[in-house]
């Protein structure tokens, strides 16, 4: 079963606009983490937040966690059109032992 | 470093032939994952290793598919007997796994695998 379930499922933005998706989770977890795929690719790491963590930053990207709602979101600030791509976040269950479980991800458009 | 490397890039087979699918870790990474891609299930964890050992096999869908890890440098997945339903893109990722935390997850190109 999935951990993970991103929201909204499709995303169609302006370049220069901003763009937020969300993920719930089930379970206790010990991080969160967010992954980019381009069409065709394999997954990349974007950014990590770990459970005692509330709030991240890296570049573009902004991360919040609310682990009493079990959300976490992932906000892509001036977007441009190389930010296509489909975006997925994946928890570290704190009841496993390493395992990462993927949600269903967030296909962004960003048009020029 | 070339990063996880994985073969085929595609494969192409017919109902009931057997499929292997091949995955480098990262040199030095204890952790790697075989997950599945399809549209209507998304990714989807088959199995997981720690140190060449299976930790978590409960995503392998049936006794069609296996895998193996028999050193550090080389996993396989295979299918035996491949079905249409198989056809989907398979990654291989592996991670530095310190403490059995995998906080940061390095995939391959994936296998785009179709069963006729």
């Known amino acids: 079963s999935q951990q993970g379930e991103e929201d909204p499922q499709a995303l169609s933005i302006q370049e220069g606009e901003n763009a937020t998706m969300n993920c719930s989770y089930k379970t206790s977890i010990n991080n969160l983490q967010w992954y980019r795929q381009n069409s065709g690719r394999g997954l990349v790491h974007l950014i990590l937040?770990?459970?005692?963590?509330r709030e991240k930053h890296s570049g573009r990207l902004r991360v919040t966690l609310d682990t009493s709602k079990k959300s976490s979101s992932l906000l892509i600030t001036a977007s441009r059109a190389a930010d296509t791509a489909s975006y997925f976040c994946?928890?570290?269950?704190?009841?496993?032992?390493?395992?990462?479980?993927f949600g269903q991800g967030t296909t962004l458009q960003v048009k020029p | 470093d070339a990063g996880v490397i994985q073969s085929p890039r595609h494969e192409v087979t017919e109902m009931g032939q057997e499929v292997t699918l091949r995955c480098k870790p990262i040199s030095g990474h204890n952790s790697l994952f075989w997950y599945r891609q399809t549209m209507m299930r998304g990714l989807e964890l088959l199995i997981y290793?720690?140190?060449?050992?299976?930790?978590?096999d409960s995503g392998m869908p049936e006794d069609r598919f296996s895998a193996k890890m028999p050193n550090a440098s080389f996993s396989t997945l295979k299918i035996q007997p491949s079905e249409p339903r198989d056809s989907a893109v398979y990654f291989c990722?592996?991670?530095?796994?310190?403490?059995?935390?995998?906080?940061?997850?390095?995939f391959g190109s994936g296998t785009q695998l179709s069963v006729l």
């Open positions: 290793f720690n140190n060449n050992v299976p930790i978590d």
């Open positions: 937040i770990r459970s005692n963590e």
């Open positions: 990722a592996s991670a530095p796994g310190v403490e059995s935390r995998n906080e940061k997850l390095f």
């Open positions: 994946a928890t570290d269950a704190r009841s496993n032992t390493g395992k990462l479980i």
